[in-house]
Nanobody, 126 residues
Framework: QVQLVESGGGLVQAGGDLGLSCAAS????????MAWFRQAPGKDLEFVAS????????DYADSVKGRFTISRDNAKNTVYLQMKSLKPEDTAVYYC???????????????????WGQGTQVTVSS
């Protein structure tokens, strides 16, 4: 059974840093594009960042560009999201997702991803 498990969420003050991990099990995801999405209370699912299977290409939402960094370690079947200078508006449940494609054509679109984690809560206090 394919499983993505996020970890690293928590409560942090504005301006602080936090790192998320997404560990995949059940099969290797080294040939799959990966992404992070988030959903704040009462809001739609929002794209955060994506990374191709080699890690050579990344994409970020404008709201997090320059503050968040996505990376991956294919040997560990793990994707990371390093978040710096966090803002209260970054508060959300963060989801890890795996695409069936190495390089999704539309990496910002949720429908490109067919495996999802259960999410991890990130709360940024002002």
């Amino acid at each position: 059974q394919v499983q993505l498990v996020e970890s690293g969420g928590g409560l942090v003050q504005a301006g602080g840093d936090l790192g998320l991990s997404c560990a995949a099990s059940g099969r290797s995801f080294s040939n799959n594009g990966m992404a992070w999405f988030r959903q704040a209370p009462g809001k739609d699912l929002e794209f955060v960042a994506s990374i191709t299977w080699t890690g050579e290409s990344t994409d970020y939402a404008d709201s997090v560009k320059g503050r968040f960094t996505i990376s991956r370690d294919n040997a560990k079947n793990t994707v990371y999201l390093q978040m710096k200078s966090l803002k209260p508006e970054d508060t959300a449940v963060y989801y890890c997702a795996a695409s069936r494609w190495p390089t999704p054509e539309n990496p910002r679109c949720p429908y490109e991803y067919n495996d999802w984690g259960q999410g991890t809560q990130v709360t940024v206090s002002s």
